[in-house]
């Protein structure tokens, strides 16, 4: 069952008190880290700006843009992910009885995208977000329960909106691959060298397992291995009381938080079709945003921060085909500009404003509990 509710106006407890102090000591690392992605922001984006410039061949950027209307449409509209999926995890929060908030959810989602910026795509959020939650004050167990739930939606509406662009595009995408005769080749390769990937993977553990076990690596490696297996059982035994609780009384929540992430991941990979149409590109919505998404999911398994330099090379190849050689580069320069650095910079401003008024309140009130100082005494 969910846990009771925190009243926001009760007085201050040692607990909330333990909470910043825990904040305050695990952002300490995550800061410096920060700290070099705000430093590397603005000079990365003037490059970015840099690179659109020279691909105008010093051309007027209003003789390449048809309808720069849609890239005012644009502007506003590279946040709504960042605050849809905040709003989402503070939903979750509260319906799991968590002290989370829409700031802190804010805060932990702002984190997560500046240090995925600075570290490997492929490394994951994952683990960054943990940390952040545990900042937050709360338990790892239960932020991977918040976070297990984020990631079963995200993972129902991506694949609704693929099926769904797929049928719509006319399966235009489907055509375009089947028109390489190695791409299948290549396609089927894969999926089996992941296969045995896995399946050794897997045997890797269980002989591992069972050597434990056997006591062949001594006691203090099985003690261990015992307690971890332990928490393992902990951990997943809160994780299904979670879900048992979503379904039985979540299931208001779970639409209303569908539909937010529906919108998250509709509008974040429509970015780039909405720029092509601004320069003079025939806005093709499902295709465009299928295209947009396998960018993305290339340039996620390139080991440069940020996908840096992965993410540009997928957009010209895959939108290649579909798009004029003229406004390519300048429109792939305008997307990774636009899509990218400009929400990572807003997510910069604001995580920074968020901790440092969350720091700012945890002095505060470390303050309001000190004792009163002793009265002197009249003459």
């Known amino acids: 069952m969910p846990q009771a509710l925190v009243d926001p106006a009760a007085p201050a407890d040692p607990g909330g008190a333990q909470r910043d102090v825990l904040g305050q000591h695990l952002a300490r690392l995550p800061r410096r880290t920060?700290?070099?992605?705000?430093?590397?922001?603005?000079?990365?984006?003037?490059?970015?700006?840099?690179v659109l410039v020279w691909s105008l061949g010093g051309i007027d950027l209003s003789r390449k843009l048809v309808a720069p209307h849609l890239l005012a449409l644009v502007l506003p509209l590279v946040f709504v992910p960042m605050l849809a999926n905040s709003l989402r995890l503070a939903i979750w929060g509260r319906f799991l009885g968590l002290d989370l908030g829409f700031a802190g959810a804010l805060r932990v989602i702002t984190g997560t995208m500046i240090?995925?910026?600075?570290?490997?795509t492929a490394a994951g959020g994952t683990p960054i977000k943990v940390l952040l939650l545990l900042g937050e004050g709360i338990a790892v167990?239960?932020?991977?329960?918040?976070?297990?739930?984020?990631?079963?939606?995200?993972?129902?509406?991506?694949?609704?909106?693929?099926?769904?662009?797929?049928?719509?595009?006319g399966f235009a995408m489907a055509d375009y691959l089947g028109s390489d005769p190695a791409f299948y080749?290549?396609?089927?390769?894969?999926?089996?060298?992941?296969?045995?990937?896995?399946?050794?993977?897997?045997?890797?553990?269980?002989?591992?397992?069972?050597?434990?076990a056997a006591g062949l690596f001594g006691r203090r490696v099985a003690e261990w291995s015992a307690r971890g297996v332990q928490k393992l059982r902990s951990w997943t035994a809160t994780i299904i009381g979670d879900w048992i609780a979503v379904l039985r009384s979540g299931k208001a929540v779970a639409m209303v938080t569908l539909a937010l992430a529906l919108l998250q991941w509709g509008v974040r990979f429509s970015i780039a079709g909405l720029v092509l149409a601004a320069f003079g590109t025939e806005w093709q919505p499902a295709l465009f945003w299928l295209l947009q998404y396998l960018v993305q999911s290339i340039s996620?398994?390139?080991?440069?921060?940020?996908?840096?330099?992965g993410a540009e090379a997928a957009f010209l190849l895959l939108f290649a085909p579909f798009v004029e050689r003229a406004v390519l580069f300048p429109a792939m320069s305008t997307w990774r500009l636009l899509f990218f650095y400009l929400?990572?910079?807003g997510a910069a401003v604001t995580f920074f404003?968020?901790?440092?008024?969350?720091?700012?309140?945890?002095?505060?009130?470390?303050?309001?509990?000190?004792?009163?100082?002793?009265p002197v005494p009249a003459e």
């Open 34 to 50: 920060l700290a070099i992605a705000l430093s590397l922001l603005p000079i990365v984006a003037l490059v970015n700006a840099g």
């Open 115 to 120: 240090a995925n910026s600075v570290t490997p």
């Open 141 to 169: 167990r239960r932020g991977v329960s918040l976070i297990s739930l984020q990631a079963a939606e995200d993972a129902l509406v991506m694949f609704g909106l693929m099926m769904l662009c797929i049928g719509v595009s």
């Open 185 to 212: 080749a290549r396609l089927d390769q894969t999926l089996r060298s992941a296969a045995l990937i896995v399946v050794g993977a897997l045997l890797a553990v269980t002989v591992v397992g069972a050597l434990i």
């Open 300 to 309: 996620s398994t390139v080991p440069t921060p940020g996908g840096v330099g």
């Open 343 to 345: 929400p990572l910079v």
């Open 353 to 374: 404003a968020l901790r440092r008024s969350l720091l700012r309140r945890a002095k505060g009130n470390a303050e309001a509990l000190l004792p009163d100082a002793a």
